[in-house]
C-alpha cells in the first residue's frame, strides 16, 4: 500500500508540476501617469489573482520600460513584508507606456524525494531519481497611459510567448469584446487564453472570469464583464528541453491593463 500512495504522489507531480509554478504579473500603482514623473511598479509571483505570494529570485529577472524596440531596465528591490519586487519606471512622456518583465526559470524536478531545485544533472549526481525535470520560463507586460489616438499598446516586445493587445485598453468597455493576438518565438500560436480581473476571485488559486482559446492566426477574443485591473494569460507546456539539464520547459505570459 505505501508502494501504492509513493505511486501515486508521484503520479500526482508529474501531472501537475507546469501548473504548480507561480505566475509573473505587473502591477503599477496607477495606470495612468504624467510625462516626467517616477511610477512604482509591482512585480507579483502570484496563483490567485491578485495576491502576492513569493518573491522571485532578482538575479534571474529583468523588468523595465520597453520604448524604441529596446528595454530599459530597472534596478529591482526585494519587498520580502509584502512578498513580491518593487521597481521604479520614467515616464517619458504621456503616451501609452509598455512596462514588461521576464523571469529565465530555474530548472525544477519531480524525483523519488519529491519535487526539488536543479537540474536533472545536479540532482543525479547526488545520486536521486529523477523523474522529470523542467523549466519555467515567465513573461509580463502591462500598459500604462492607455491613449485612445496611440499606437504603442500594440507592440511587440519580442518575449518568446506573448499576449499583444489588438484592442486598445482606452476603448475596452464591459460587455465588449477584448482581442489580443498570442505569439509564440514571434509566430500567431493556437493556445488556450484566459483571463480575469483584480477581486473576481480572491480565495482560490487559478481562478478565472473568462476562457477561450487563439485562432490559427493567433487571435483571442475575451468578453470584458467589468471595469477594473485586468489580466489576459496564456500558457505553453512541452517546449524543447536541454539535454542533462531539462527535459521541457514551460512557458508562461501575462498582459495586464486597465479598463475604465
Request: charged share 25%.
Amino acid at each position: 500500500m505505501n508502494r501504492f500512495f509513493a505511486a501515486l504522489v508521484l503520479t500526482m507531480l508529474l501531472l501537475t508540476a507546469p501548473a504548480l509554478a507561480h505566475e509573473l504579473l505587473l502591477k503599477p500603482s496607477e495606470m495612468t501617469a504624467a510625462g516626467g514623473e517616477t511610477l512604482p511598479v509591482e512585480l507579483q509571483s502570484v496563483h490567485r489573482f491578485i495576491v502576492a505570494e513569493e518573491v522571485e529570485n532578482i538575479p534571474r529577472v529583468k523588468a523595465g520600460v520597453f520604448r524604441n524596440g529596446v528595454l530599459k531596465e530597472a534596478e529591482l528591490r526585494p519587498n520580502e513584508p509584502e512578498l513580491r519586487i518593487d521597481f521604479d519606471v520614467k515616464i517619458e512622456d504621456d503616451g501609452a507606456v509598455l512596462i514588461v518583465a521576464a523571469k529565465d526559470g530555474e530548472p525544477w524536478s519531480v524525483t523519488n524525494e519529491g519535487g526539488m531545485e536543479g537540474t536533472r544533472r545536479e540532482l543525479e549526481a547526488r545520486g536521486l531519481k529523477v523523474l522529470r525535470t523542467t523549466k519555467n520560463d515567465k513573461f509580463a507586460k502591462a500598459v500604462v497611459n492607455a491613449a485612445k489616438d496611440d499606437k504603442n499598446f500594440a507592440s511587440s516586445v519580442g518575449q518568446e510567448l506573448e499576449v499583444v493587445p489588438m484592442t486598445n485598453p482606452a476603448d475596452a468597455v464591459p460587455g465588449e469584446f477584448f482581442d489580443v493576438k498570442i505569439l509564440l518565438g514571434g509566430q500567431p500560436a493556437a493556445l488556450p487564453v484566459w483571463a480575469t480581473y483584480d477581486g473576481f476571485v480572491t480565495e482560490l488559486d487559478e481562478t478565472y472570469a473568462y476562457y477561450t482559446l487563439s485562432n490559427a492566426e493567433g487571435v483571442a477574443r475575451i468578453k470584458i464583464t467589468a471595469p477594473g485591473f485586468w489580466l489576459v494569460r496564456t500558457a505553453k507546456d512541452g517546449e524543447p528541453g536541454a539535454e542533462g539539464e531539462y527535459d521541457s520547459r514551460s512557458l508562461r505570459s501575462i498582459l495586464t491593463f486597465e479598463v475604465k
